[in-house]
Every structure is written in C-alpha cells, then in structure tokens.
C-alpha cells in the first residue's frame, strides 16, 4: 500500500503539504470556493430555485451558462489589458468586491421580493450577471497568478488538494442545505439563507487569494497574437475537444430539473448535492494520480463516465436517480482537472496568456449550450437531450485519442 514519501515532516498526503505560502493560499481559497458553489450551485441549486419560480427550460439552461461563460469568455479580449499588469493579483483583488455585490443582490433579492416573483426572478438574474460578468475579469488574473507561483510539477497537486477537502465540505455542506430547503419557511427564504452563506465563503476564499505574493514581471505592451496558439496543432486538436465538451455538457443542469418535474424528487436536492460532492472529492484521488502521467487519459476517462450519466438518467428508478450525481460528479472532476491543466502545460511561457485566453474564451462560447438544452428539453423532451449529450460525450472521448502528449 501506498504510503507516501518519508522524507521529513510531510503531509500523508504531499498534495496536503500547505507549507509553502502561495500554495496553501490558493489551496484554502479552493475550499471556501467550493463551500460557495455548494450553497449556489448552478446544476442542481439555482436550476432547482428557477424550476420552483416557473422559468422556462431555456431560462434555467441559461443560468450555469452565465456563470461559467461568464468567468470565460472575456479572457481573449482582457488578456491583453491584463498583460500589463507587473502583477496580475492587483486586478484580482480589484475586481473581488464587485463580483461579491453580485452574490449579494442574490440573497437580497431572496429575502426581500418573494411576493413579487417577476421582480424575484429580475434581481436574481441581475445579481448573478453581475458575478459572472466580473468572474471574467478575475479569472484570467487568477489563472496567470497560478502559472507564476505555482511550478508545473504542482499544478495538478493544487487543484487535487483544493478539490479533496474542498470536495469534503461540500459534501459535508449539502446535508446542510437539505436542511435548510425542508425547513417551514415560505419560498423563497430558504433559498435567501443559502445565497447568503454563499456570499460568505466566496468573500472569505476571493481575500484569501488576493494576498498570494506574486513576484513582478515586465509588464508585455506589445499586441497579443491570438493567431499565433492557432498556428500550434496540439492546441487545435485540444480547442476541438473543448468545443465539443461545452456541447455535451448542455444536459448537465437538467438532470435536477428532471428529478424535480418529471420525477418529483424536489427535496432530495440536498442529498443529491452530497453525492454530487462526495464523488467529486473521492475520484479527485484517482484523477491526481493519473494526471501525473498526463493529462490526456484523465480528460478521455471523463467523457467516458459523461457518456454513462445521461443514459443512466434515463432508465433509473426515482429512489436510485441519485447514481447519476455519483457520475456526474466524477467526470466534471476528471474534466476539470484535465483541461485546466493539460492548457497550462501546452502554452509557452511567452505565450500564456494568448493560449489561455483565447482557449477559455472559446470554450466559454460553447457554455451557452444549455440554453440549447433547455431549448431542447422543452420540445423534444428529456430523454432526446440525454440521448444527444451521451452522443457528444462520445464525440469527445474519439477526439482525445488524437492530443498531443504533454511534454
């Protein structure tokens, strides 16, 4: 049995090894994060709060589309104003309190404009815009800091260590929030109370980040080439694999949406949380050490297990759906693991933020396929969207045959 090294005071775990200062901060900053995404997250929480006020399908896709489109799509045309920056997490700590008023609004417009539910649904929206939008701002920033302070060989390290405790609490966290939905409180307070501690993790973990010592560059004055990352094969071969992962992923927020309308399981949102977060966590410790060797098997053994997850949902019985969050949280590990990391192997130093940005900016793109989703979920129903998802998730483990080793 594994063991770990036995060279000196470290970590059972090396990933858990937080003495070097930058590292534990970006690892703590992981684990507040997760407890906010916990509290608002996208797939299962806010799809449930949108299916309770009505919102059509197309509307409910839209809503993880504005948060993970949001944080990417202006990657592309900030990466140049970020480049001058001498240290990025100047930006970052600029731009943190704007993406919290955002969370903010949410709860206040949950606390305050239940009996209005058109003016609920407008605030809601408003706020959420307001964090994904400046999300955008802050991410390209978050990822530069990382490639300074962070050495390649520890990369996958951080986000496993971020995403095994972090993991834990939100595992930890959804028991919690199906306390919070069953208690006898009038809709929409329950949601106000897990919008607010939402607000509270995201705010604690984006100050912690903010205080990463970052050493100083050069800042880069000179136009960045985003033509140039589209001269290089292997980022072509890897933009195709994004493309068709953000297609796939359009089913992601509708299997709690199904589980609310078609198989009433609306208050089982929590417990499906847990297992969404527990499988998270527990397959992180497979993904580390696979992506050790590369990159390239983590990401195909993800779209393998995202093939799996809308077939199951098609066929399982109401009391076992949960299995499908088991699965899901295990190939969105794999995937978000792989493609963070195999991005910032392949990029040249020189050429980071051109490769990151313009990378990021086109998989943010795709992100809107949930609205698609909905749009199919809507009128063809919900087996043809899982069917046309497992397809996809097909499509992409072919594709991922063809990357380019890392190295």
């Known amino acids: 049995m594994w063991k770990g090294p036995r060279e000196g005071r470290r970590s059972i775990l090396p990933i858990l090894d937080l003495r070097e200062r930058n590292y534990r901060l970006a690892v703590v900053n992981g684990w507040l994060v997760w407890l906010g995404d916990t509290f608002l997250n996208a797939n299962i929480v806010l799809s449930g709060f949108a299916a309770k006020l009505g919102a059509p399908g197309a509307l409910i896709g839209l809503l993880p ?56 649904l407008g605030g809601f929206l408003l706020g959420l815009l307001l964090n994904a939008l400046f999300t955008g701002v802050s991410s390209l920033p978050f990822w530069e800091v990382v490639a300074k302070t962070i050495p390649p060989e520890r990369r996958a390290a951080l986000f496993s260590a971020r995403n095994l405790v972090g993991g834990l609490l939100a595992f930890s966290a959804g028991f919690g929030v199906r306390e919070i939905l069953a208690l006898p409180l009038p809709f929409p307070l329950p949601y106000a109370l897990l919008f607010s501690l939402g607000a509270l993790s995201f705010g604690l973990g984006w100050h912690l980040f903010g205080r990463v010592e970052e050493p100083e560059e050069p800042p880069r004055t000179a136009r960045l080439d985003f033509r140039r990352p589209l001269l290089h094969p292997g980022f072509r071969r890897y933009l195709r694999v994004r493309v068709v992962l953000g297609l796939a992923g359009m089913a992601d927020p509708f299997y709690a ?35 050790e060797r590369g990159s390239k098997g983590v990401l195909r053994a993800g779209a393998a297990l995202g093939f799996l997850a809308p077939l199951l949902a098609l066929f399982l019985a109401p009391g076992l759906f949960g299995l499908v969050f088991l699965l899901q949280g295990a190939y969105l590990a794999a995937l978000g693991l792989a493609t963070t990391t195999y991005l910032l192997n392949l990029a040249p130093p020189e050429e980071r933020s051109a490769f990151i940005g313009l990378g990021n900016t086109v998989a943010g793109v795709f992100a809107f396929s949930t609205v698609l989703g909905g749009w199919v979920a809507d009128r063809a129903g919900f087996p043809a969207l899982f069917l046309l998802a497992a397809g996809l998730y097909a499509s992409a483990f072919l594709l991922g045959e063809r990357l380019p080793e890392e190295g």
């Open 65 to 120: 589309a504005l948060l993970q489109a949001g944080g990417m799509v202006p990657q592309a045309f900030l990466a140049p104003y970020v480049a001058r920056f001498p240290q990025k997490i100047v930006l970052y700590r600029k731009v943190a309190a704007l993406r919290l008023l955002g969370v903010v609004l949410m709860a206040l417009s949950a606390f305050l404009l239940g009996p209005w539910p058109g003016l609920l």
């Open 257 to 291: 949406v199904y589980a609310v309308r078609a198989l009433g399981q609306g208050e089982e949102l929590g417990l499906y949380l847990s297992l969404y977060a527990l499988s998270f966590t527990l397959s992180n410790l497979l993904w580390a050490r696979l992506a």
